[in-house]
């Protein structure tokens, strides 16, 4: 399986995420020309050599109208800091200790708002809202439609995470430096070298986002920020001892939004690596890895326990069942069987790890009748699965997700779904069908 695993062990930031997606490529610089033409107004990249540590690597220097944009704040909501909405973006004020380490350090509290010119020069265009957002990707880029629904989605999410911190309703947030157009920049170039590299899974290490603190001009705020902690719940994250923030929101909601899953990295055959280098420099080297590279499908080995049966009641075969489940078993399952003597009977079966055999032929004995267990080991293919708990109108719910082999499944949990189809007097079928509208 083709699999893309991203190393953020230095956190993650647009910027970082680019260059070590760029890198993966055959023909970095043909790429980058075909992000120069993608229209944003008056933006240009530039792929940089850098070194961090002795290790080389890329930075993706992004520049407006020839100027890197100052670092601005993130969200905020529309009563804050009128004084700013028509400046340019206020500079964050840290303690020398506390400084962010990647290229888009930024406040969240203040509110302002950026324009580009149209290219026409008679037109301007506000992006410091969804709203603003989806006109310049729709209207203005040359984006196929799967990467505009890509970058909308994840500024989606950034908009739901600045909403629950604000108390605010999405269409009331103003973006801030993830509004800008380098950040917007950056979204979209992910997006587009998603869809280049086209893996079949995209898996992640568990993300470093850097302690402490950072001040802002409306105080000090812990790391990771609100808007950040709230893109990151569900995901596996950690302090470690450098100081200041290492993981944007930008960055948060990338990884949210493309990575399947996140862990140690598995075994796999690596063909291709990228380094995406921050701006900083730190005794650790200050990049974003990503390594392109062949998975197996997951296989794994299990054993099937059978016995035959003709003298037990429905009810004792139920209790034998719900025993087995309760104990581990994989599965448990009964086959309608004909026996000697022309008895109708019931094939018993048991799924389970072979470390689990002794114990499970024990139980079966013990809750059965039968007088002898047979054994089968065998290999099976199997989709690696996961959990997460969803926010919806309706209160937390659970879906469950499988991918590999080249396929992705969801599923709700069947409990919480049909506790809130009784609740709300639906069946489940209905709550599924509004579930999934809201989902779109």
Not at 138 to 148: I, N, S, T
Not at 225 to 252: F, S, V
Request: proline share 6%.
């Amino acid at each position: 399986m083709k699999t893309l695993y991203l190393d953020c062990s230095m956190g993650a930031a647009g910027d970082m995420m680019t260059a070590a997606l760029l890198e993966l490529l055959p023909d970095p610089a043909g790429f980058t020309e075909k992000l120069n033409a993608l229209g944003i107004p008056g933006v240009e990249y530039r792929a940089e050599p850098s070194v961090k540590c002795g290790i080389k690597g890329t930075h993706m220097r992004v520049t407006v109208n020839g100027v890197e944009e100052e670092p601005g704040s993130e969200a905020s909501s529309p009563a804050e800091d009128h004084s700013q909405l028509h400046g340019a973006s206020p500079r964050h004020e840290h303690t020398q200790e506390h400084q962010h380490e990647h290229t888009h350090e930024h406040t969240h509290e203040h509110e302002h708002s950026h324009e580009h010119e149209h290219h026409s020069g008679h037109s301007h265009h506000h992006h410091n809202d969804l709203h603003g957002v989806e006109h310049l990707v729709r209207e203005h880029m040359k984006l196929p439609e799967a990467v505009q629904k890509d970058v909308l989605a994840v500024y989606g999410l950034i908009a739901e995470a600045e909403s629950r911190v604000h108390g605010l309703p999405v269409e009331e947030i103003h973006f801030h430096e993830v509004g800008s157009l380098d950040a917007v920049a950056d979204v979209t170039a992910v997006c587009l070298l998603m869809r280049e590299l086209a893996p079949e899974q995209v898996l992640a290490s568990p993300v470093h986002v850097g302690c402490g603190q950072v001040r802002c001009a409306h105080g000090i705020m812990p790391v990771p920020a609100p808007a950040t902690a709230e893109l990151l719940k569900g995901i596996p994250i950690y302090g470690g001892t450098i100081r200041g923030e290492l993981c944007t929101p930008t960055g948060a909601a990338l990884l949210r939004h493309f990575v399947t899953s996140f862990g140690p990295m598995p075994p796999m055959r690596t063909y291709a690596v990228g380094c995406g280098m921050g701006k900083k420099d730190f005794p650790a080297a200050n990049c974003l890895r990503a390594m392109l590279a062949d998975t197996e499908d997951s296989r794994d080995r299990v054993l099937e326990l059978r016995c035959n049966l003709d003298d037990m009641s429905g009810e004792d075969l139920a209790f034998a069942t719900q025993t087995l489940l309760d104990a581990g078993a994989l599965d448990v399952w009964t086959c309608p069987i004909g026996m000697k003597k022309g008895r109708p009977g019931v094939m018993l079966c048991v799924l389970c790890k072979p470390e689990e055999q002794a114990a499970m032929t024990a139980l079966l004995f013990r809750c059965t009748s039968t007088l002898g267990v047979r054994a089968c080991a065998m290999e099976r293919s199997i989709l690696d699965r996961r959990s997460e708990t969803l926010e919806t109108e309706y209160g937390p719910l659970r879906r469950k997700l499988a991918s590999g082999w080249g396929v992705e499944r969801s599923k709700y949990e069947y409990e919480d779904l049909a506790r809130i189809a009784r609740a709300r007097q639906l069946s489940p079928a209905e709550l599924r069908s509004r579930l999934d509208r809201e989902s779109e």
